[in-house]
């Protein structure tokens, strides 16, 4: 049965399309949630089965991705967003085999759920770590299996290496027949070069960030940090105290963002979710780590209301 996996770019979604490729084979195709329809319907083609990871359901799209999902011979949708209100539920209704659990990182749904050889769960432990979902009784358990120190110098260079390859899908793609095969990220050597540079990156970006951070009420930002976004935004938060922090890197004339908080008072994922469609744009993730795009003509409009929406919220919880 011809198999295209469909995976988000980062260690999460690239480790459980490994998962998915030691069980399936087939093709891989990197998404997001909002390109998702559109490569469905470009890479598809004539595919039996489709198997979708580690890629949240777009507010906009979801009813159109649960149809074209419908159509094919097997359709597998693993994933640990929260979602629309409904999207599981019609996934289901149209028979779609969803295995969604908030928690628990998609690299190990995969692995709990596809039945993929014993020793990939090394390879489940790297995408858990590099997406921070390292709180669930499977990760305690499988832990135990492995060495602590050499797992997660792995998963970090792994994760550091994919930040640095970026768009490099044909990189990324290698990387997932390999890590199918449980071969070790430190022994590919343009991961390791790819993962040194990046971790000087951040460095230097960190360093560098109280002069380029701007901070508001209730949120700090950077501007085209130069490193990774979601950690630059998590150092954007603590550097500036503020409850929320946000790191921009503007592509032609879209203003493309992560946010981080670790305070608990918001859930990112549900604002931004409202917020963003306001803005001609979208956005949506986790209660503490999301992620955004909106028109740059609109960007400062957005990070205003999103810090007086985010005083608010915090403001009722002290």
């Given at each position: 049965?011809?198999?295209?996996?469909?995976?988000?770019?980062?260690?999460?979604?690239?480790?459980?399309?490994?998962?998915?490729?030691?069980?399936?084979?087939?093709?891989?195709?990197?998404?997001?949630?909002?390109?998702?329809?559109?490569?469905l319907e470009e890479?598809?083609?004539?595919?039996?089965?489709?198997?979708?990871?580690?890629?949240?359901?777009?507010?906009?799209?979801?009813?159109?991705?649960?149809?074209?999902?419908?159509?094919?011979?097997?359709?597998?949708?693993?994933?640990?967003?929260?979602?629309?209100?409904?999207?599981?539920?019609?996934?289901?209704?149209?028979?779609?085999?969803?295995?969604?659990?908030?928690?628990?990182?998609?690299?190990?749904?995969?692995?709990?759920?596809?039945?993929?050889?014993?020793?990939?769960?090394?390879?489940?432990?790297?995408?858990?770590?590099?997406?921070?979902?390292?709180?669930?009784?499977?990760?305690?358990?499988?832990?135990?299996?492995?060495?602590?120190?050499?797992?997660?110098?792995?998963?970090?260079?792994?994760?550091?290496?994919?930040?640095?390859?970026?768009?490099?899908?044909?990189?990324?793609?290698?990387?997932?027949?390999?890590?199918?095969?449980?071969?070790?990220?430190?022994?590919?050597?343009?991961?390791?070069?790819?993962?040194?540079?990046?971790?000087?990156?951040?460095?230097?970006?960190?360093?560098?960030?109280?002069?380029?951070?701007?901070?508001?009420?209730?949120?700090?930002?950077?501007?085209?940090?130069?490193?990774?976004?979601?950690?630059?935004?998590?150092?954007?938060?603590?550097?500036?105290?503020?409850?929320?922090?946000?790191?921009?890197?503007?592509?032609?004339?879209w203003a493309v963002?992560?946010?981080?908080?670790?305070?608990?008072?918001?859930?990112?994922?549900?604002?931004?979710?409202?917020?963003?469609?306001?803005?001609?744009?979208?956005?949506?993730?986790?209660?503490?780590?999301?992620?955004?795009?909106?028109?740059?003509?609109?960007?400062?409009?957005?990070?205003?209301?999103?810090?007086?929406?985010?005083?608010?919220?915090?403001?009722?919880?002290?």
């Amino acid at each position: 049965m011809e198999t295209v996996i469909f995976a988000h770019g980062d260690c999460d979604g690239v480790t459980s399309a490994a998962i998915a490729y030691s069980v399936f084979g087939g093709r891989v195709v990197f998404s997001h949630p909002v390109g998702l329809l559109g490569d469905l319907e470009e890479f598809a083609g004539q595919a039996e089965r489709v198997v979708v990871l580690d890629i949240s359901l777009d507010e906009r799209t979801w009813r159109a991705v649960a149809e074209k999902l419908s159509a094919f011979r097997e359709a597998i949708y693993i994933d640990h967003h929260p979602t629309p209100e409904g999207g599981l539920e019609l996934l289901e209704k149209l028979g779609v085999k969803v295995f969604h659990e908030q928690g628990p990182s998609t690299a190990e749904l995969a692995f709990r759920n596809l039945n993929p050889p014993h020793e990939l769960s090394r390879v489940a432990l790297y995408g858990a770590i590099g997406d921070y979902a390292v709180r669930t009784e499977w990760f305690n358990t499988y832990l135990g299996f492995w060495d602590i120190r050499a797992l997660y110098l792995e998963a970090g260079v792994l994760t550091l290496g994919l930040e640095g390859l970026r768009r490099d899908h044909d990189r990324k793609r290698e990387l997932v027949a390999e890590l199918a095969g449980n071969r070790l990220p430190s022994s590919i050597d343009f991961l390791v070069a790819s993962a040194i540079r990046e971790a000087r990156n951040l460095e230097e970006a960190r360093r560098a960030l109280p002069s380029k951070l701007v901070v508001l009420k209730s949120i700090a930002y950077v501007v085209n940090p130069g490193a990774p976004l979601g950690a630059m935004a998590t150092f954007s938060h603590v550097q500036s105290g503020r409850p929320v922090g946000l790191a921009i890197e503007v592509k032609r004339d879209w203003a493309v963002m992560s946010l981080r908080s670790a305070t608990g008072c918001v859930d990112l994922n549900a604002l931004l979710r409202e917020l963003a469609p306001r803005y001609e744009g979208h956005g949506g993730g986790h209660r503490e780590a999301a992620g955004a795009r909106v028109p740059v003509a609109r960007l400062e409009g957005f990070l205003a209301e999103l810090d007086e929406a985010v005083s608010r919220i915090c403001s009722k919880q002290r």
